[in-house]
């Protein structure tokens, strides 16, 4: 059983900065793309930074510039630093994986959410 376990969310004021963590767990073969998205009250799930196995990453728009994907392969982790954050960041944030677990296809994972606050 394949899980990921997010850690790092939480209330900031504007200007500050978070570091989100998703650690996958379980019998793991292999990961291709991790990734971060992020839904606020009454809108969509939107992409926020995606990052490949050898280590491209792409950021939305809104983010460049002030967030930072990364990814730790022997730890089967991602993170996302978030550096002045903006109200309009508020939102729950997914990581998510594109896993192949031993001896099962390979299939997108979600994390639990973790909530990022930014107060002006």
């Known amino acids: 059983q394949v899980q990921l376990v997010e850690s790092g969310g939480g209330l900031v004021q504007a200007g500050g900065s978070l570091r989100l963590s998703c650690a996958a767990s379980g019998s793991i073969s292999s990961i291709g793309h991790m990734g971060w998205y992020r839904q606020a009250p009454g809108k969509q799930r939107d992409m926020v930074a995606s990052i490949g196995s050898g280590g491209t990453a792409s950021y939305a728009d809104s983010v460049k510039g002030r967030f930072t994907i990364s990814r730790d392969n022997a730890k089967n982790t991602v993170y996302l630093q978030m550096n002045s954050l903006k109200p309009e960041d508020t939102a729950v944030y997914y990581c998510?994986?594109?896993?192949?677990?031993?001896?099962?296809?390979?299939?997108?994972?979600w994390g639990q959410g973790t909530q990022v606050t930014v107060s002006s």
């Open positions: 998510w994986m594109v896993i192949t677990p031993t001896k099962i296809l390979r299939r997108d994972y």
